[in-house]
Nanobody, 120 residues
Framework: QVQLVESGGGLVQPGGSLRLSCAAS????????MGWFRQAPGKQRELVAT???????NYADSVKGRFTISRDNAKNTVYLQMNSLKPEDTAVYYC??????????????WGQGTQVTVSS
């Protein structure tokens, strides 16, 4: 079945950078919008950034100018470059993708999540 596997989370000091990756695998026909969401303790999951299959990005106001989303369609992978990190960016980051499955239908898929902690 289709799987999304994230990597790149960790502990970083305020002002630092991290790069998250998310690779999709399985019986994939086509990948449409891909994106990143995050959930901090005690808060609802929120959108961080999305990118269309054509490469058009969209960002939450809280990360504009600091985060950059990109994708490599040949590798079925989406990235999130996070710069100037702040303690309030601490959360579990989830990859999301709308994927059309071979001999199946399109559905929304989620990764398992990767922890990002910004602390001195």
């Amino acid at each position: 079945q289709v799987q999304l596997v994230e990597s790149g989370g960790g502990l970083v000091q305020p002002g630092g950078s991290l790069r998250l990756s998310c690779a999709a695998s399985g019986p994939i026909f086509s990948i449409y919008r891909m994106g990143w969401f995050r959930q901090a303790p005690g808060k609802q999951r929120e959108l961080v950034a999305t990118i269309t299959s054509g490469g058009s990005p969209n960002y939450a106001d809280s990360v504009k100018g600091r985060f950059t989303i990109s994708r490599d369609n040949a590798k079925n992978t989406v990235y999130l470059q996070m710069n100037s990190l702040k303690p309030e960016d601490t959360a579990v980051y989830y990859c999301n993708a709308n994927i059309g499955v071979i001999f199946g239908t399109m559905g929304a898929y989620w990764g398992q999540g990767t922890q990002v902690t910004v602390s001195s």
